[in-house]
């Protein structure tokens, strides 16, 4: 197997650590990110599935928490210590990945078998920032993962309503009907994407293979697809051409339901860590009543 593989402990971070993995799902595939090894078989050699499983992956991810360092870590059949021990002794690419204030521990307090982790640049990932420093990290893992990929393939828009998984009968039929008062002035499009708008949108809000596009949303910050956001099944993800906002955002329906829609200076949404940037007042408002009619129809 190749992807992402996330080493934690669930007694320090199991929380943040399955938040980002549902984040890194989102954007890389399901299928190229691993957490747990589970189902290992009575009287097999747990240290060497580990391993294996470990030195099969293209990156790991050892998420650190304000307990993650502690004197398990000695001993030998710990297994975040197996897993980032497998990790730096078969060269994969280690990120430690800070959560919840933790500091980096220093290579004095670490067994001789994880010492290499000091000297691994860390990324740190908060809960006000995380949208952002989720998918900054997103962004290099997606490097590592698919070296060759180059800009990301376009998929052609869905020719039909598309259903996404997870989403209720109840909730689609409320979303269509949120979505009927924005399709006004090109400002939303539903079924019938233009395949030119899907074309330019669909690399720049750095939209995954695969993952279904409910709708295009063409009112933000300029009126036009280079500033776009795409309603897919796992969330919201925006492009802006501002020098602000260099990646695209994303923002999952976790994060559109756990933080309150506010308006953040003279032409900006704020929602958690996430802002978003429109051309001014009348346009902020209508984006307002379009989340906000999201957030009705998840709950």
Not at 118 to 138: I, K
Not at 280 to 287: F, K, N
Request: proline share 6%.
């Amino acid at each position: 197997m190749s992807g992402v593989f996330i080493s934690y402990r669930r007694g320090d971070a199991a929380a943040s650590a399955g938040r980002l993995s549902d984040h890194l799902r989102a954007r890389l595939g399901a299928d190229q990110v691993f957490m747990d090894v589970d189902g290992i078989e009575p009287g097999v050699d747990f240290h060497k599935v580990i391993s294996d499983n470990v030195s099969q992956c293209d990156a790991l991810i050892a998420v650190i928490g304000p307990d993650w360092l502690s004197d398990r870590l000695h001993e030998e059949n710990d297994f975040v210590r197996i897993e980032i021990s497998a990790g730096l002794e078969r060269d994969v690419r280690v990120i430690p990945v800070l959560v919840d204030g933790a500091k980096m521990p220093p290579a004095e307090r670490l067994p001789d078998s994880l010492k290499g982790l000091a000297r691994r640049n860390a990324a740190e990932v908060s809960h006000m920032r995380f949208s952002d420093d989720a998918g900054r990290l997103a962004d290099v893992l997606m490097r590592i993962v698919s070296p060759d990929a180059g800009e990301m393939p376009v998929q052609a828009p869905p020719a039909a309503t598309p259903g996404a998984p997870g989403m209720s009968a109840r909730m689609l039929g409320l979303l269509d009907e949120s979505f009927k008062r924005f399709e006004v002035d090109q400002q939303l499009h539903v079924n019938e994407i233009p395949v030119s708008k899907f074309a330019n949108a669909a690399p720049k809000c750095g939209l995954p293979e695969g993952e279904r596009v409910i709708a295009l949303v063409d009112f933000t910050v300029m009126k036009n697809a280079n500033d776009a956001m795409l309603v897919t099944e796992s969330g919201l993800r925006v492009h802006h051409s501002s020098a602000d906002f260099s990646q695209p955002q994303y923002i999952s329906y976790g994060d559109l339901l756990a933080h309150p829609i506010e308006k953040h200076g003279w032409w900006q949404i704020r929602l958690g860590g996430t802002r978003i940037t429109v051309s001014g007042g009348p346009d902020r408002d209508v984006l307002i009543d379009f989340l906000s009619a999201i957030r009705a129809a998840l709950t």
